[in-house]
């Protein structure tokens, strides 16, 4: 397994990382069993991916305990980024959350502390109801300036943000702060760093997380419609407003757009003989702006075939098809990354 390192830290990443939102079990994902985490998290070590991607609000700090019981005597093989939740970001309860993930994760440190979404009302806003917080959060200097005193203090190794733009970015920066991370969606139907996020990070040595490769597995060739997918998937701007549960973009989508690519890339991997997750995700960690692509793997015979995936080399043509075929999309949905929000009136700036 190929590593990158991340940023300006000491960390190699593996090139394929794992995911481990599904860990716990939980609504989102359903039942995980902890026999299965165990199986995947050891072949994974066994098979040179070391970097196992984690947060507190992740089945409510379940996937952090079932990580931790799976490292147990692994631990000094493995790279673990966690998260704080932006809602649990003010100094007080970052230190307590930190300290939770900690004993969660059963570890003494963290190696990848980041915070979850930019510091503002409306990050906030999706994880708590206080009136109080939600219109006076905690400033950029306080998040971060904690963060260095728990790094200071051992308990963290590096510091990283995620669903940052460049203006928040640079924020950041201001506080004199070193961050050496940004975890960011990223996969061939979610193209929107490209335009200004990716290239400022790689031009600042801001290493790039990309996480959902599979479009929460819009893009693994199980849907021959898109109308299969299920309610809690379709939330993002990719789907009509009517179609996610909990949908709050009311955007319009691009399923038409998205129905095409899929058929193209369909066509492109029974060339290559390759399955359409293995294509997709070789396209995602070829990009060497990417330090790393983090997916889920429920078991470890998906977890062999990701790993295949990203040992998978597309020629030059290949490459340039996936970009071609999947312009319309990127032109549908602009130039946000917070899939999630309005393109006007998102978390992302």
């Not at 000491?10 to 359903?30: A, F, H, I, K, P």
């Not at 790689?202 to 997918?229: A, C, D, F, K, R």
């Not at 129905?259 to 991997?269: C, G, K, P, S």
């Not at 995700?281 to 977890?303: C, E, F, K, P, Y």
């Amino acid at each position: 397994m190929k590593v990158r390192r991340l940023g300006t830290s000491e960390l190699q990443l593996s090139v394929l990382g794992m995911g481990c939102w599904q860990y716990g079990g939980g609504d989102y994902w359903g039942a995980q069993s902890q026999k299965d985490v165990d199986e995947v998290v050891h072949h994974a070590l066994d098979r040179g991916i070391n970097y196992f991607d984690t947060a507190e609000v992740y089945n409510n700090g379940e996937s952090e305990i079932s990580l931790g019981i799976s490292l147990k005597g692994r631990r000094h093989e493995a790279v673990i980024g966690s998260k704080i939740n932006t809602a649990n970001a003010r100094p007080d309860l970052l230190r307590e959350g930190c300290e939770a993930s900690l004993k969660r994760l059963q570890t003494d440190y963290i190696d990848l502390y980041m915070l979850h979404w930019p510091i503002s009302p409306l990050s906030i806003k999706h994880f708590s109801s206080s009136s109080d917080l939600i219109q006076s959060p905690p400033t950029v200097e306080e998040v971060f300036f904690t963060l260095q005193e728990l790094q200071r203090e051992g308990k963290i190794r590096y510091i990283g943000i995620s669903n940052h733009g460049v203006e928040q970015m640079m924020e950041v920066q201001a506080t004199g702060v070193e961050v050496v991370s940004n975890e960011l969606p990223y996969n061939l139907i979610s193209r929107a760093i490209e335009e200004t996020i990716l290239p400022y990070c790689v031009n600042q040595g801001i290493g790039v997380i990309g996480y959902m490769p599979l479009q929460q597995g819009v893009l693994t060739g199980e849907h021959n419609e898109l109308s299969s997918v299920k309610p809690m998937q379709a939330r993002s701007r990719h789907f009509h407003h009517s179609r996610g549960t909990g949908s709050r973009h009311g955007e319009e989508g691009a399923e038409v757009e998205i129905h095409q690519v899929l058929n193209e890339v369909r066509m492109i991997a029974a060339e290559l003989n390759v399955t359409m997750s293995a294509l997709c995700l070789a396209w995602a960690v070829a990009n060497r702006g990417i330090t790393t692509t983090i997916v889920g793997s429920r078991n470890a015979a998906q977890l062999e075939l990701n790993a295949a995936a990203a040992s998978l080399k597309l020629e030059r043509d290949v490459m340039d098809r996936l970009n071609r075929i999947s312009e319309p999309v990127l032109a549908k949905l602009g130039s946000s990354p917070d899939y999630y929000e309005n393109r006007f009136h998102n978390r992302i700036r």
